[in-house]
Every structure is written in structure tokens, then in C-alpha cells.
T-cell receptor, first 113, second 113 residues
Framework: DSGVTQTPKHLITATGQRVTLRCSPR?????VYWYQQSLDQGLQFLIQ???????AKGNILERFSAQQFPDLHSELNLSSLELGDSALYFC????????????FGEGSRLTVL | DQQVKQNSPSLSVQEGRISILNCDYT??????FLWYKKYPAEGPTFLIS?????DKNEDGRFTVFLNKSAKHLSLHIVPSQPGDSAVYFCAASPLRRPDKLIFGTGTRLQVFP
């Protein structure tokens, strides 16, 4: 158990819809990262928040947005969903360990039909 | 443009033998390298890391070797155990920045009795 909690674990929706994925980081970790893993791809960095502020942005589409709340949980919002958005979305946190070491949640599997 | 490449999608090894997983990178700015292990339905978990100032790092049965001139790193597992069966991702970053972490596509290791 990494201590990072993600909900929901599975989500099936239709094209054009909007979904929200939620992440609670490990206790005490201030940084939250979102990654996307499409079929047969590596994990693609989307965005990082640190203590409520956006810290870094990766290959995140404009249709996607995220935020980190005062209690440090984070939400990733995906809108105008397309078939290609089907993927595993991982949240990770870091803070107390080595700077490159991330602790991942179990992921949210999104299927867009 | 894949900056971190794991050219072997899968590897099958007999229990007790050595498993060698390989990873190549192209960006000479990378100076911190990590291996993550992922079981089905779980998030990746940190396994071992190495800084570019070293060429070897060992942790129990796991050893990571770094060849900077060849831009190549490898993970050795000795002896391999059935519980090591998982997908292994290598990752690299410059300046130990987690937001710059680039993951490979993974190698599925199967250890059979």
C-alpha cells in the first residue's frame, strides 16, 4: 500500500462527457503528480501541484485541468472526452523520500465509448 | 521522440537465474535514473535508483548498472523469483526533478518455476 488513494478505480463514459478523478496523497506529502498511461505506452506526465499551487505542466491537453485543495487532495478534470482519452490515470505523491521517488496510487481506468 | 527506451517488451526467465532488463536513453541531461515495478491492478512502486555519479547501485537481489558513455542502464535481478513477475519501468530525469521524469514503455518480466 503506497498510501496514495485514487477514486474511482474504473470509469466508463461516453464521448463528449466530463469526468473527475480524485487523488489523496500520502500523509504529509505536499506534491501531487498526474500521469496518463495509454495502451503500450509509458507513463506520460500531465501536471504537478505543490501545496495547492501548479508547479509544472507536461503534455496535458487543454480539455484537461487539475487542482489541489487545501487538504492536499487533488482532482483531475477531463472534459469533452474523446475515444483516445481512454487510459489509466495515475496519481503520485512525493515529499519525504528522495526527490525522484514517487509513490503511485492504483490508478483510475477510464474507458470512453 | 522516445527519450527513454525499453526495447524488450517482455522477458521470460527461469526461477533462480538472472534477469537482466535493459534501458537506453538519449538525453545527456539525464542524471538520475530509477526503476519502478508494477503488478497488475496496482500502481508502479519504486524499486531502485542510481545517480549519474555512480555506475552501480545494489539493493539486495537488485542491482542497477549505468553506462553513461553508452547511455544505457540495466537492472539485474539475482536470483529471480516468481514474485518478481511484473512490468518494470525505467525512468530518467535531469537534476533529480520528479516533474521531468520520463518513463520507458516497460518490460514485462515473467519468472517461471
Amino acid at each position: 500500500d503506497s498510501g496514495v488513494t485514487q477514486t474511482p478505480k474504473h470509469l466508463i463514459t461516453a464521448t463528449g462527457q466530463r469526468v473527475t478523478l480524485r487523488c489523496s496523497p500520502r500523509s504529509g506529502d505536499l506534491s501531487v503528480y498526474w500521469y496518463q498511461q495509454s495502451l503500450d505506452q509509458g507513463l506520460q506526465f500531465l501536471i504537478q501541484y505543490y501545496n495547492g499551487e501548479e508547479r509544472a505542466k507536461g503534455n496535458i491537453l487543454e480539455r484537461f485541468s487539475a487542482q489541489q485543495f487545501p487538504d492536499l487532495h487533488s482532482e483531475l478534470n477531463l472534459s469533452s472526452l474523446e475515444l483516445g482519452d481512454s487510459a489509466l490515470y495515475f496519481c503520485a505523491s512525493s515529499g519525504r523520500s528522495g526527490p525522484g521517488e514517487l509513490f503511485f496510487g492504483e490508478g483510475s481506468r477510464l474507458t470512453v465509448l | 521522440d522516445q527519450q527513454v527506451k525499453q526495447n524488450s517488451p517482455s522477458l521470460s526467465v527461469q526461477e533462480g537465474r538472472i534477469s537482466i532488463l535493459n534501458c537506453d536513453y538519449t538525453n545527456s541531461m539525464f542524471d538520475y535514473f530509477l526503476w519502478y515495478k508494477k503488478y497488475p491492478a496496482e500502481g508502479p512502486t519504486f524499486l531502485i535508483s542510481i545517480s549519474s555519479i555512480k555506475d552501480k547501485n545494489e539493493d539486495g537481489r537488485f542491482t542497477v548498472f549505468l553506462n553513461k558513455s553508452a547511455k544505457h542502464l540495466s537492472l539485474h535481478i539475482v536470483p529471480s523469483q516468481p514474485g518478481d513477475s511484473a512490468v518494470y519501468f525505467c525512468a530518467a530525469s535531469p537534476l533529480r526533478r520528479p516533474d521531468k521524469l520520463i518513463f520507458g514503455t516497460g518490460t514485462r518480466l515473467q519468472v517461471f518455476p
